[in-house]
């Protein structure tokens, strides 16, 4: 995303956080463009990197084992999602991803093990009583409320699309759409269903928000308990990520980094195994070597 080549470098800013909290008029505009563009970006499907890092976990090459804490769970999401009750009652956890990406690939290529560092776009909470939602039911309300609307902006947005080529209508990381009028004076968005009275905000860690302390410190201990840290496809420009490496260094816990182009530990100028490489076809060799071993 801040690679290079990413959308970031090319001009998307995304939302920021208190834009969504305080202002209606953006969570409109934010709500409309999701109605562009989330659908696509819902559809995304996992590539052979992610493939790779799931079945490197499958058959125990990466992950590590550490003692379980219960300030590593969210406390209201126990109360309402079965599964992280059950995490709880465990003595050890297990971690083998931490990601940035919000869009739920490594999840959808079968990795089980993993942390989203930054929440995940498919899941809703709310602001007022924080009661959690799916996103798909979420949008099939948001598009039967605003079938007008939506059908308009796709007519305009394929007027522009059919004129010239224009980036703006690319699909970006979030599912971020680019509409044509930037008129969402008329958005309807629907409230909570359990409390009738707040909004909901998609499960992610928007810009200037910070990651929920539980995470970090889950994290923390799962990179403290390991023999090694591989970064993969990140450029490390913000802190959510860079501090594991950090921490790692300082543990003296051996670090590679698979990216194209430079990162924020090597402009830092941190001691680490660095593979300048593609991340997919790299993945895959690695899988193929050690499912020999």
């Known amino acids: 995303y801040r690679g290079h080549q990413g959308s970031y470098h090319n001009g998307h800013k995304p939302m ?72 709880l009652q465990q003595e050890q956890q297990q971690l083998s991803i931490i990601t940035q990406n919000v869009d739920g690939l ?3 290529a079968g990795s089980i093990q993993t942390t989203e560092l930054h ?27 605003n079938r007008d609307w939506l059908r308009r902006a796709l007519k305009e947005n394929k007027k522009v699309a059919a004129a010239e080529e224009n980036n703006k209508l690319h699909q970006r990381p979030d599912g971020d759409g680019h509409v044509v009028s930037e008129d969402y004076k008329d958005i309807i968005i629907p409230p909570c269903k359990s409390c009738g009275i707040g909004f909901m905000k998609p499960d992610v860690v928007f810009f200037g928000d910070i990651v929920p302390r539980h995470r970090v410190q889950r994290c923390n201990a799962a990179v403290q308990a390991s023999d090694g840290l ?33 990162t924020r530990a090597e402009a830092e100028g941190m ?23």
Request: with cysteine.
């Open 16 to 87: 920021i956080h208190d834009q969504f909290i305080s202002s209606e008029s953006h969570r409109r505009r934010y709500w409309g463009r999701a109605l562009i563009g989330w659908r696509d970006f819902d559809k995304s499907k996992p590539n052979v990197g992610h493939y790779a890092l799931a079945e490197l976990e499958q058959e125990e090459k990466i992950g590590v084992t550490f003692e379980n804490n219960m300030n590593y769970y969210d406390a209201t999401m126990t109360s309402q999602l079965p599964h992280h009750h059950r995490h």
């Open 106 to 108: 490594h999840r959808r």
């Open 119 to 145: 929440g995940r776009t498919d899941r809703l909470k709310c602001m007022n009583c924080g009661s959690y939602r799916s996103r798909q039911e979420f949008h099939s309300e948001l598009e039967g409320l």
């Open 230 to 262: 591989l970064c993969i496809g990140s450029s490390l420009a913000v802190l959510s990520a860079f501090r594991f490496v950090r921490t790692a260094i300082q543990k003296g816990i051996p670090v590679a980094i698979l990216n194209v182009g430079e």
């Open 271 to 293: 001691t680490v195994t660095k593979i300048e490489s593609p991340i997919g076809p790299t993945l895959s060799a690695c899988l193929s070597l050690v499912s020999k071993m």
